[in-house]
């Protein structure tokens, strides 16, 4: 199995390698792809990786050199240049798995209202949203995969049991409040995410608008059969890596907290990357630092009437690059958890 | 003018004497206590104040030993410690500004409710809530100041003026979303607290019932001449200071933009402390570290009909002893701002 | 393949936990110990690693009951605890590679000295020094192996080929100036270890006289056939993990950089954990975050007539738990690097 | 007194700003300039600052606006661009208080050596090397200051006594091996620098030939008298603020830790900003944070026969702006510790 990585000098691109090194099936990479890069070897850019796999003989190549080269491809590019090379890659008969938000909006109208128009706005519907405990299934005999963003896995995740079983109240936003570590911002020099400016400090930022709402909403007024809103609110923390939302949602009518959590375990049970966490606990994203993990807490607010739910997991792993691998698996018919059974990093 | 500070090995005791140091009135410390320390000297727990004011003189005394000592005493004691100290060092004639949270609630129903039965029921009328933007007149004139707590700081001073407006729904629960800073937890030995547990990570805690809930709640009612509920919920953050509170509010009916901003600016207009930020504006806490600042931002969500009020703080400076000594400049008839003009340290 | 875990509620323990989970061979944790947790179930002290492995059916037991029920026991038991657990369980037939300082001194006079008269002397000659690139072949063959310190192993990986190669100037002290991160210190709750007393700011600590000393010098004294004497300083840096050692020798007489290079380049030939770096690097430990690596890069500094070496490490990985995995592979005639093949966490 | 500040964007301007700030004798700033942000208001550059002062008011010109508008100039331009300025200035009747390198050399061909060539010779003898402990005198009478270099603060304090004291061995390198926080680097925009490339890790750099070596050199060898070799290595931190540089000196004899101490106490026996700390002191920069002391610890190490010496200060403040705020004092012929008796912001 050969698998070729588009734009794989951001932290995507690298955490992508950190899983395939570990993978027991030993995918090949055949390609590594930059553009600003090109020409240099893949360990000059990151020293990390000496030793490992065949990535001591990797060079960086145009993107233009990919096609045909794996059978499939990792779109690690930002958003804009995956879906103008998205195209040619499935014509030349790979599968794709884009990390990127080009193939997430069902609606040309939608994307075009949060993005702009799309170029390919016939691969809109044909992509597969790739959240495997929704999408599992669909994944699977799909050849283009729309690898989730990282807010909306924790959104999705969080209220999925609620929004499927017909309990959110109607004409409610939801409210996702959400703390992220500073590599969902990528790997870039920017004064805003600066050591000095981000260290010892908390921010919020697109405090309204932030593109990551009308995938949350997409997908969870599928979920629901009815349109839901949602009133979202990114900050960022001082920390590498990790998400936590913490979701507000008003029921319908009042809930025991054991029906609630049966409600959710039932629904994931299938899971093997959701746990849901007993009565009380208190989340950290501690405890899902390098994994795939989405660790859900729920905390039912009898004074205000409110459901809290708590939703945390790695941005960069379970975020981009462990769910884009669990992706692969099931396009490759594997286990959803190969070479991704991992143990958090702990401190 | 003589000052004493009752418990002040913990944070909020050392960032007292920090400000104290560059008072311009320059107050004299004339004794500091700890229960744990006495016996040791102040510079030999706080090497970092050695060579500053009378600090090399002072050694760590008994809380016994101090009555009568002093004019005005900050107690930086723990909850309950606090209601047992006051009254004696009131009935030798000081006054008292009391950090901790034992005479913030008014109705000892409610406190009961929340901590355990007051001690000291008659002090709770008596003293004041120490928010000066609220309370300025009656701080000037007590001898008692329940100084308020951080979270309850951020979230009173980001909703009053809508509140006071009479412009919040009804029967609508306001949202509190707050992340803090680890000084919050204290000065002590706790696995929950150390580096490593904290570091690199974002957890929630407190999800529902933290202390800090009917603080908020009796205030914001008081303010706005009927009950208000409010849904909070803590996170920590792996900072030393500052507060983040992200703050949901449904209002009666909209109001535009530009008009919020002229009802907390005209609301704010002789509040040296509060900073009413423009339109857009991200806010940081590493914009306020180290001062006595609130930073508040407002943002009209009309997709979800919410107003979203970002509120800022450093949590131990305007969340306790800054606020402590703008309560004492007050006490004595001196500008709010007397040794409190503070740029932030930054980065 | 089973084995057991004796004192498995710090850092290095969850660490092990961590490794095993991913381990190819798949070993099976059969028991668990801690006398403080003791009937606590495994899960519930570290929630991060429910489902995986067999753990969450683990509970904790007393050290007492582990004997005779594991082929091989890690001892990650504090100092002390480990000399009086290892003769049990190696009377009951089992090999145990100890992650404390108990075993690794050979010399029981600077043992008593550096620590206390040592309970089991007769097992000091016995046990061999875990550091594969060294004592390889000696660990294959052992049932007691002494895991080295994390400090040691970067100043022995640093200084083997030229101690061995007889470069070393005579009658001069080596420096090694090390920066460790906060895991180094255990996982427990001390003040001296909170997040607020250590997050940015850097510390030196036990500036004269760290345990390690003896230990570093013992080794390399013994590869150059001469005494060396190490002089030591060790600091605490605002991180989880990581371990980076400067080191400042006085070579006999100059030896051109890449004459050095080579030399360090044949000693580490066969060495897959050892990335001897070119010239110019600038070493990270977030480079080697998560990894068994040791990264050494080489300074000749002409000027000062002195080698620069930095040698950076995982302290809870290769420094502990990572290199007690390899020596389990060696002691089972396997790959050194079964399991440990693993990229960075980056970033 | 009017004062400007040339290039005040970066991290040592916005640090003077907050420290005048609160000078007692508000000294007014009358100019400040960017090239890059001219036209932009100082506090939408520095939000942070709003409120303060008369910083309100103050818009960032173009440099060349400067000349006239101020009796003395802070220069927080890069190096190059301070000696480009400097003449202008100082024909303009000014003083000059340069941050940069420019000005710190006194031989223009080890500058050229270590630079480029100088463009403004005749100025390296004039200027005095604005290190107050050393040259307080000559700096009250000059008109134009090079403020030290943050490195060479630590070093130099740290080993002034006993090179002047002539108790250093001959022909033997000293080491100075250093941590520093990361607004050392500057405000901007550097992958190098970015968050999740510096955080939770620790870096060297420049691990030969950095450019504050001859700085040390310089003072250190006029201090005693005979030429001093230097063996200077930085590191990176993971911390904002603090330089931490552990420093070891071969004696020329044995001398008793006592009296080694009292050399130290007798030599800064008139500087309230060096604090020598007593044996055993575990040195933090945290300790110093916001503040320009220089803390100094002395540990003997009798086995390897070096003395190290401990010396932390904060970068930003005593090794950048406060040290220029202190040598604005003596100047003006006030007393050095205005505006600096300074609490450190713990935590």
């Keep these: 199995m050969k698998v070729g990585l588009i734009g794989a000098t951001g932290y995507t691109g690298v955490e992508l390698l950190r899983l395939l090194a570990q993978h027991p099936r030993r995918p090949e990479v055949s390609v590594v792809t930059s553009r600003q890069e090109a020409g240099l070897a893949l360990t000059e850019v990151f020293p990390g990786l000496a030793g490992l796999a065949n990535y001591d003989s990797l060079v960086f190549e145009a993107p233009e050199q990919a096609a045909g080269r794996a059978e499939v491809f990792f779109l690690a590019a930002p958003h804009g240049a995956a879906s103008a090379l998205a195209p040619g890659l499935l014509a030349a008969g790979a599968r794709v798995i884009d990390l990127s938000a080009d193939f997430r909006l069902k609606d040309p109208a939608v994307f075009a209202e949060w993005y702009q128009p799309h170029p390919a706005p016939g691969l809109l519907s044909e992509a597969v949203y790739g959240l495997p405990e929704i999408w599992g299934a669909a994944i699977g005999r799909s050849r283009l995969v729309a690898n989730p963003g990282c807010y909306p896995t924790t959104a999705i995740l969080g209220l999925a049991p609620l929004v499927k079983a017909g309990l959110m109240a109607e004409n409610q936003p939801v409210i996702v409040d959400s703390a992220s570590g500073v590599t969902g911002a990528g790997r870039g020099a920017l004064l805003g995410t600066s050591f000095c400016e981000v260290a010892d400090g908390f921010k919020a930022y697109k405090v309204v608008g932030h593109r990551h709402t009308p995938e949350m909403e997409q997908e969870l007024s599928a979920l629901g059969g009815r349109p839901l809103t949602v009133a979202f609110t990114p900050h960022l923390a001082p920390m590498n890596r990790g998400i936590m939302s913490t979701i507000y949602a008003r029921l319908a009518l ?80 594997w286990a959803e958890t190969e070479g991704l059974s991992l143990a958090p990093l702990y401190p």
């Design 254 to 333: 009042a809930v025991p907290g054991e029906e609630l959590r049966s409600i959710y375990l039932d629904f994931y049970k299938d899971a093997p990357f959701v746990r849901v966490r007993p009565p009380g606990f208190e989340s950290r994203t501690a405890e899902v630092r390098g994994t795939n993990f989405c660790d859900l807490s729920l905390y039912p607010d009898p004074r205000s009437g409110l459901v809290k739910i708590v939703s945390a997991i790695d941005n960069l792993c379970r975020g981009a690059s462990g769910q884009a691998l669990a992706n692969f698996n099931l396009l490759n018919g």
